[in-house]
């Protein structure tokens, strides 16, 4: 179920749009990006945070940040900050309107109230097992609560004493009185409040009672003068709630709520409950592991801001679910890395050349552009002597049909140098493996200088032995086998790819890496494009992992 199509027309701005058109919110937008602080963002929130304040930035209008702190069992402060960073990140700004949907528990609080007074909210003493019970099913209408007709005055009571610790975790809740017998099970008196002796981040052990999130939700959007509520498709069947607790509280902002499809992509975990267990269960280098679709993944892996905002663009908003080609995320990093990568050679599996005919202790500097694409990104030199590695997977000793490269007896080009030629294999007496080539090099051939009489197939990239720098290089591969990420958890576990990352440790790179940093990308030539890992690089050995390689399945499947 993979569809490659961009919509190009955006509903929710049509939304907008009218709303504007007939002065609705006397010509205000304002939305939120409301994140529940138990997790770290993935790639699913950019397409939401890339939405709400994109649409606050296209319409003169505002975008606040508001945690939505309701259940602090799962919550963390280290959520928190991590949230705001990816959010800065990702090129946003809430300005001064960062919140807290705790910061209204006490407004909260008094709405509850306000219900119960006109009778729109009861406190039910069910158990969870009558509360199944009496709700009925899909085809089955439910049965009232027979605590449903508690009066006010009563209600009232049990609600204060359940604020103030009178009774036990789960043993009451307070529910709105709604229609037990509607074909929305969400209407049928959803649970407004919950007793839970849970520390909150914020607010410590003054509350013993938390709002649901269907109630905090709606209210708190229309305190912030909230106008379009922006939310994913599974709270289609919750909207008559939102609806009906802005309507019966009266509130003054009616905020509107609207619903888009989330964002699946192939090969990725997209559920922070999944992501959590991989961080967890230390299948994972934790949030920021490089294979991990968390922004701090991604961030860590190279991807750039603007990259994914790209991808955001292009995917646009639909209003039924579908799963997006990974192939796609991958063409959008690799557009804007090639022109804003480094070049530099880097050989990942290194294989001895030594070219005889060269002067021993003789180093030549070579200028060679740092972006072909970018002539303002100037020039460097590199280094080439006697003795130089190429990778190994460049020299067959019996080369197949169409080798190109390195054999016995065949010529290649060394990018940005000469032309050489192989001579000699040397091989391990013990294990007859090539551990060293001799070759030879014609100074005629320089690069650059147009004195090359004949023309070779194959160009190699390589580096100068001495001069090369030590360098740890990681390939990753999904963290998923499969392409559907819909999976149940125990599937979801089988699922796993267990060579998802590829150490190798001894790479040879060219000197000016010694001085890459992390916000720095480079395309390592012919091998991909690379990034300093920013948490394990180490003076004495830098570490560079690959954000993409080079082929661009996406590109060539909207060719053909
Ligand atoms: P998850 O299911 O991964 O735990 P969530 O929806 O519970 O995600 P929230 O922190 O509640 O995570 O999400 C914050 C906002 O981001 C919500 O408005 C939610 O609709 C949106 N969002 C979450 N996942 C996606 C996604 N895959 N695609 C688009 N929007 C998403
Ligand atoms: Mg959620």
Request: negative net charge; glycine residues 4%.
């Amino acid at each position: 179920m993979t569809t490659n199509t961009t919509i190009s027309s955006n509903f929710i701005e049509n939304i907008i749009n009218e709303d504007l058109k007939n002065n609705k919110n006397n010509k205000r937008v304002h939305t939120r990006f409301p994140p529940e602080p138990n997790g770290y963002l993935h790639i699913g929130h950019a397409k939401s945070i890339c939405l709400n304040f994109g649409i606050a930035r296209d319409y003169n209008g505002l975008c606040n940040l508001r945690f939505d702190d309701t259940n602090p069992s799962k919550e963390e402060v280290e959520y928190v900050e991590s949230i705001q960073e990816d959010v800065k990140w990702l090129g946003f700004d809430w300005d001064d309107r960062m919140f807290y949907a705790s910061d209204y528990f006490e407004q909260l609080y008094e709405c509850a109230v306000q219900l119960i007074k006109s009778e729109k909210a009861y406190v039910c003493d069910l158990n969870p097992q009558e509360m199944r019970e009496y709700r009925g099913t899909l085809t089955e209408p439910g049965k009232n609560s027979p605590y449903r007709s508690r009066s006010i005055a009563e209600n009232l009571e049990l609600f204060d004493g359940m604020r103030t610790g009178k009774f036990a975790d789960g043993s009451r809740v307070l529910r709105a009185k709604i229609d037990m017998a509607s074909p929305n099970v969400n209407l049928r008196d959803p649970i407004l409040y919950r007793i839970m002796r849970a520390e909150h981040h914020r607010t410590g052990n003054t509350w013993c009672i938390y709002p649901m999130y269907d109630f905090a939700h709606p209210i708190s959007d229309a305190l912030e003068g909230i106008t379009h509520s922006i939310c994913t498709l599974e709270f289609e069947d919750h909207r008559p709630l939102y609806d009906w607790l802005i309507s019966s509280l009266e509130m003054e902002n009616r905020p509107q709520q609207i619903e888009f499809a989330r964002l699946n992509v192939t090969n990725l975990v997209m559920s922070k409950r999944k992501l959590r267990m991989l961080v967890e269960e230390g299948l994972v280098d934790g949030w920021d592991d490089p294979r991990m679709p968390t922004i701090s993944g991604l961030r860590r892996r190279g991807y750039t801001p603007e990259a994914i905002r790209d991808f955001c663009e292009r995917i646009g908003v639909a209003k039924s679910n579908s799963t997006v080609d990974i192939a796609m995320l991958e063409h959008c990093i690799r557009e804007d890395l090639n022109s804003k990568a480094l070049r530099a050679m880097a050989v990942l599996r290194p294989l001895k050349v030594v070219i005889t005919n060269y002067p021993e202790g003789q180093v030549e500097e070579l200028e060679t552009e740092n972006n072909p694409e970018q002539p303002d990104m100037g020039n460097r030199s590199i280094p080439f002597s006697r003795e130089i590695y190429i990778e190994q997977d460049d020299f067959m000793e019996i080369p197949i049909k169409k080798f190109f490269r390195l054999a016995p007896g065949q010529e290649v080009r060394l990018k940005n140098a000469y032309f050489i030629k192989c001579e000699e294999v040397i091989k391990d007496p013990e294990t007859g493996e090539v551990i060293e080539l001799r070759c030879t090099y014609d100074p005629e051939t320089k690069s650059g200088t147009g004195t090359a009489t004949r023309k070779v197939k194959g160009t190699l990239h390589w580096v100068s032995a001495a001069q090369a720098v030590k360098a740890e290089v990681r390939l990753f591969d999904y963290l998923l086998k499969e392409e559907d990420t819909e999976q149940e958890e125990k599937d979801f576990k089988n699922d796993i790819n267990p060579n998802s990352m590829e150490r190798l440790t001894d790479c040879m790179v060219e000197p000016s890496l010694l001085y890459a940093t992390p916000d720095q990308r480079y395309q390592f030539i012919r091998n991909g494009y690379f990034c300093l890992d920013a948490k394990d690089s180490t003076a004495e050995l830098p570490v560079f992992n690959r954000v993409v390689g080079l082929r661009d399945s996406w590109a060539k499947a909207q060719k053909a």
